[in-house]
């Protein structure tokens, strides 16, 4: 049998992440092949085929896919020639982008000469070639299947520019959170934002009609008619000290994960009638806690969360985010 690479794309500076979690959940993965943004493994374990590779769930991979090979731009007409035979991609549907380069390659001279889709969300279902640029010397190519529980986006970017007001990063990350997971809430919703300054994600919350109750030991520097501040520390905080009627908990709080995970959970308690979901951002300053991705998870299902998935965003730098739902 042939052996079976498959592919991870990654954000830059998260390689050992990826590396820790695929070590701890997938040990029939073996390191076959590494660059800024881009590894290969070789896998020993059971095979994948485009079907099921999107089942293979890496919260710090943007992509994944079975490896197919990589050439030089010059030989790319050929090498997708071939692949679109052996595969027999009727349609070709190409998500094009490049990882740690500044090279990009045309994507009108790949359309002019295939008359594909290319960077398009496509439709569940759908097969997607990647062209994965590291340098016009090296386009690594691969594919992999539309599926529930990825994101439709080539590289899970959606290539969102912040709002030039916005108090910090954190607007943008909640706006790729939102945007890659397709997420929404109902406007006028009652927010409560654990960690919400400087307040980059209770202003994305705000401009998204709702009303926001922030909760941060930093003075409030964020003025806004729909946004309170609690100035206090979760660990001191009582349950009577926060509103009534919450839909929606944000955290990003800058506390080990158990202790941050514990605090809000006992908290949350008070919404026990209202409360529709929690979006929790882990801080990764220990690559120990990977080894907890699930238990961190499992916590969620205790709590009464039955749809629970740890994502990645563009923005995430040794860290990851938990989407709860009920
Ligand atoms: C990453 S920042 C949050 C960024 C913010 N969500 C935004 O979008 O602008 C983390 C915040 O957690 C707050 N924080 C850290 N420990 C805390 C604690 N024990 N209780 C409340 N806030 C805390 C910090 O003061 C800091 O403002």
Redesign the pocket.
């Known amino acids: 049998m042939n052996q079976q690479f498959i592919f991870f794309c990654v954000n830059i500076g998260n390689e050992k992440l990826l590396k820790t979690e695929l070590a701890c959940f997938y040990p029939e993965l073996s390191l076959s092949y590494s660059r800024k943004g881009f590894l290969t493994f070789k896998n020993s374990g059971v095979q994948y085929s485009i079907e099921t590779i999107s089942q293979l769930q890496a919260t710090f991979a943007t992509r994944v896919g079975l490896s197919l090979g990589k050439c030089k731009q010059s030989e790319l007409t050929e090498h997708i020639r071939e692949l679109q035979k052996y595969h027999e991609l009727d349609e070709l549907n190409i998500h094009c982008f490049s990882v740690g380069c500044e090279f990009e390659l045309s994507i009108d001279d790949i359309d002019n000469e295939f008359d594909c889709v290319i960077n398009d969300k496509g439709e569940s279902g759908d097969i997607i070639l990647n062209l994965i640029t590291l340098s016009e010397n090296e386009i690594w190519y691969g594919l992999h299947r539309q599926d529930k529980g990825i994101t439709r986006y080539a590289n899970s970017d959606p290539k969102i520019i912040a709002a030039i007001d916005a108090?910090?990063i954190?607007?943008l990350k909640l706006a790729q959170i939102f945007e890659l997971y397709s997420l929404s809430f109902k406007y006028s919703d009652n927010w409560l934002?654990?960690?919400?300054?400087?307040?980059?994600?209770?202003l994305y919350l705000i401009e998204h009609g709702a009303k926001v109750y922030g909760?941060?030991?930093?003075s409030n520097q964020f003025k806004h008619k729909n946004y309170n501040h609690i100035k206090?520390?979760?660990?001191d905080l009582s349950q009577e000290r926060l509103p009534e009627n919450i839909h929606w908990v944000h955290s990003?709080?800058?506390?080990k994960p158990t202790q941050a995970i514990k605090e809000v959970l006992r908290l949350c308690k008070k919404y026990n009638d209202t409360l529709r979901g929690i979006i929790f951002t882990v801080q990764l300053t220990n690559l120990d806690y990977i080894k907890e991705l699930e238990d961190f998870e499992d916590i969620f299902y205790d709590w009464g969360f039955h749809e629970i998935k740890s994502v990645q965003v563009p923005t995430h730098k040794n860290e990851y985010t938990i989407i709860a739902r009920r």
């Open positions: 108090p910090s954190g607007y934002d654990f960690g919400s300054s400087p307040g980059g994600a209770s909760v941060d030991t930093a206090a520390a979760v660990q990003d709080l800058n506390l």
